[in-house]
């Protein structure tokens, strides 16, 4: 106990800190303030204590532009794989698709499976290439044998975009589960997190960014494992038993055994499932963990890795979910608003995994499952920083501006004042949007890179005859068409603009197979009728890039240290 | 890039280099439309066929046709990543080393 002190300490020294900076911080959110939980608090301190440790470590191995941007290249592929799977496993997966289970059962299943069936396909097109001709960002691949200024503005513009969607929903998700999980209030967990981030980013850079999603990994993967075991251990590691029980107890009975109304129109179904599946291939913080590992053959292991984790956490949230089903609907005193079912789950549907934590390990393992939850949180957006940072310092700041002349100093410079005010923006923009509907955000994010990004790479890096202009047009295209298309969607145009139910213009779910089309087609179209001088030289370099991009002739390789 | 030029003309003129993509290529190609089958083919049969997705999987059972079978593409999604990954890191690798190496790479 004496050593963990030092560490509670610390935890409460950024808590106060963050309570003093914000004092006024009475709300009325979407969740209920819980009664304060000191043991999660604590764990969560634990945990900073040590990633904070951990990031002082990285900072003396943060000397060059490569070393923030990429961890000098120096990561291996299962570290890699591990780092990428954090990044991805986030709060919204993790607490949102168990409480899907515990409320549908089969319908949280399609989600799973969605949130997943991206990952091969950035295997099969993506991973090698991506490593063999970039160096910091996604830009560098897309704009290779293209005209800077212009693929790089768009580049950049299409990571910010997606970063700042997936940001505001993650720190409004933050403050929305601090009130549940410590019992604390929405600001605190706003400024923490600003805070934090911006330490682990700003000192250590990638190499503190990669560890710190690591060990969120393998903490939230340890704490579901032990979920999921202890629940199949109650039936006897039978799933019929455990099925046949919930079954019996669910309010829904039988239905949870089947399809329910997640999925309406195949139209809507098919649109959700190309966002996710292409949108994952452009999501500019995921694509930037390809150039940490020193070789494409590194980069495959990696997605090996990434998606047999995130995979494997995708069966025990499922498992976890009918766990939540069978222990929590028999115990409605300790987990029910009032100890009344009709009334919902205290804190709200999302934590079913949260309190089954409790009904299997006590007190003392709900503490750490709170903490887990929470730092998944930090972890997620302080990946997401470190990419806009770097879009903004390699991309638009070193590329644009400086036209290549920047040396590596002013743009490590210039990524840390990025990343301050990046830090700032996300604590303005989670207090701002407290009361706002964000439920629709992390989708147009992948809606945006499945529709902007994804094209642009895909054909840049795959097809001979696109040009600097075609890749261009068509990304801005599908980046407009996503946003616009989303707007006039259900999920915007009645839930948050408050128009009446069915006035919504665009009737699916999704814009994805619509802009992600439109944005194929018009990179080709533009490109085709492109004749320019600037064109043939751009289509004349395509065999080179190939070559490079096939064989990694001429590929960066890892800085030395 | 002026240096390398003469290795670039090689791989390109070098028909193992052109075998090499050729294989891969559609290799990755018909990776990606497996995944695209298996994945679209689930959403489709929810859409379409939800009573058949509920058939019980036996007699006096309570578990569903469509839950092994979802579990099934998340592991199909991850066994063929990982197939994938190892004959591109073994076969693939040693083919474009040997393409690099006759170049004088």
């Not at chain 1, 549908?104 to 063999?132: C, H, K, Q, Y």
């Amino acid at each position: 106990m004496k050593t963990n002190t030092k560490y509670i300490l610390s935890g409460l020294v950024a808590l106060l800190a963050a309570g003093a900076a914000m004092a006024a911080g009475a709300d009325l959110g979407n969740t209920t303030k819980q009664a304060t939980n000191w043991t999660a608090i604590a764990m969560f301190g634990a945990f900073v204590g040590f990633t904070l440790y951990i990031t002082k470590w990285a900072a003396g191995k943060t000397k060059t532009a490569a070393d923030f941007y990429t961890a000098g290249g120096g990561i291996t592929g299962f570290q890699n794989g591990l780092a990428i799977a954090g990044d991805y496993m986030s709060a919204a997966s993790f607490l949102g698709i168990s409480g899907l289970v515990f409320a549908n059962g089969f319908d949280g299943l399609i989600f799973s499976i969605g949130w997943l069936v991206g990952w091969p396909i950035i295997t099969f097109l993506m991973a090698e290439r991506l490593r063999n001709l970039g160096k910091f960002t996604f830009a560098d691949v897309a704009a290779y044998r293209f005209a800077q200024t212009p693929v790089r503005s768009f580049a950049a513009t299409g990571s910010l975009v997606v970063v700042a969607f997936y940001m505001i929903a993650q720190m409004v998700g933050a403050g929305q589960l601090i009130k549940v999980l410590f019992g604390l209030e929405y600001t605190y967990a706003v400024i923490m997190v600003g805070i934090i981030m911006m330490m682990y980013v700003l000192f250590g850079g990638m190499t503190a960014t990669t560890w710190v999603q690591i060990i969120k990994a393998v903490m939230l993967l340890t704490g579901a494992t032990f979920m999921a075991v202890s629940v199949l251990l109650q039936f006897g590691f039978s799933p019929e038993a455990l099925f046949a029980k919930a079954v019996e107890v669910h309010s829904k009975h039988d239905a949870i055994m089947s399809p329910g109304a997640l999925i309406k129109d195949p139209i809507s179904a098919i649109s959700v499932g190309m966002a996710l599946m292409f949108g994952t291939a452009g999501l500019p913080h995921i694509l930037m963990r390809f150039f940490t590992v020193p070789s494409a053959k590194e980069a495959r292991k990696s997605v090996a890795w990434a998606t047999t984790w995130i995979g494997y956490f995708y069966i025990l949230t499922f498992i976890i979910g009918f766990g939540a089903i069978v222990n929590l609907v028999q115990n409605p005193g300790d987990f029910y608003v009032g100890g009344e079912i009709a009334k919902g789950l205290k804190g709200g549907g999302n934590m079913a995994a949260v309190h089954l934590s409790k009904a299997v390990g006590g007190d003392l393992f709900l503490g750490f499952i709170s903490a887990v939850a929470f730092a998944t949180i930090l972890a997620v957006v302080a990946g997401l920083t470190l990419s806009g940072a770097s879009a903004v310092s390699h991309d638009l700041y070193a590329t644009v501006f400086k036209k290549g002349q920047a040396t590596s100093e002013d743009e490590l410079r210039v990524s840390k004042i990025t990343t301050i005010c990046l830090g700032i923006l996300a604590v303005v923009l989670g207090i701002l949007f407290e009361k706002e509907n964000v439920a629709y955000m992390v989708m147009l994010a992948f809606a945006i890179a499945c529709s902007a990004n994804f094209p642009v790479l895909f054909m840049s890096v795959l097809w001979k005859n696109c040009t600097t202009r075609g890749a261009t047009v068509g990304g801005f295209v599908g980046l407009i068409a996503a946003v616009a298309l989303t707007v006039m969607s259900a999920n915007v145009w009645e839930a948050v603009l408050g128009n009446p139910k069915g006035s919504a213009p665009f009737p699916y779910s999704s814009p994805a197979i619509f802009s992600m089309s439109l944005a194929f087609f018009t990179i080709w179209l533009v490109s085709i009728l492109d004749n320019s001088e600037q064109a043939k030289k751009e289509r004349a370099l395509f065999p080179d890039q190939l070559i490079r991009s096939e064989t990694g002739l001429g590929a960066s390789t890892a800085s030395s240290h | 890039m002026s240096q390398h030029t003469d290795s670039y003309a090689q791989i390109r003129n070098n028909p193992k280099f052109q075998s090499l993509i050729a294989k891969r290529n559609s290799y990755a190609f018909i990776m990606t439309a497996l995944m695209m089958i298996v994945y679209y083919g689930y959403i489709l049969l929810i859409a379409f066929n939800k009573e058949w997705l509920a058939t019980k999987m036996g007699a006096g059972m309570v578990t569903s046709i469509g839950i092994p079978m979802g579990l099934g593409v998340i592991v199909f999604t991850i066994i063929i990543t990982v197939i994938y990954v190892r004959r591109a890191n073994t076969e693939f690798d040693a083919e474009a080393a040997q393409v690099l190496k006759e170049a004088g790479k």
